[in-house]
């Protein structure tokens, strides 16, 4: 698999991928720009339209409303969020963005800096 797009099983092998033309799309539905849109704050229909969003690069034919029967039969839609969102963050930062871990201050050991 390239490490720069995001396969998901759903009726078929899809890739989930956000090129220029699709995020000019995003502002269009959102009526912002990209970066005024409230990733935490969406709902499902709004998630539903990025996701189609994702992978009408592939299927110009396909639909938000067989988008939302491909997500229905997906068994996780968290899953599907995330990786939608790991798409997205792709292209926007390249590959390498998405594979950062985010350290959590409260979960690292500073005993040493006590002694």
């Not at 189609?52 to 639909?63: A, N, P, Q, S």
């Not at 792709?90 to 500073?110: Q, T």
């Amino acid at each position: 698999m390239n490490n720069d797009t995001i396969v998901v099983e759903l009726d078929k092998p899809r890739t989930l991928k956000f090129r220029r033309k699709e995020l000019k799309m995003l502002e269009k539905v959102f009526n912002k720009k990209i970066s005024k849109i409230g990733f935490a704050e969406l709902g499902v229909d709004d998630l539903s339209k990025i996701i189609h969003l994702g992978l009408v690069h592939e299927d110009l034919e396909l639909t938000v409303e067989k988008t939302e029967e491909l997500i229905d039969e997906y068994p996780y839609f968290g899953v599907l969020v995330q990786k939608t969102m790991e798409a997205f963050t792709i292209s926007m930062s390249g590959p390498k963005a998405a594979e950062v871990e985010v350290v959590n201050p409260k979960d690292e050991d500073i005993s040493d800096e006590k002694n």
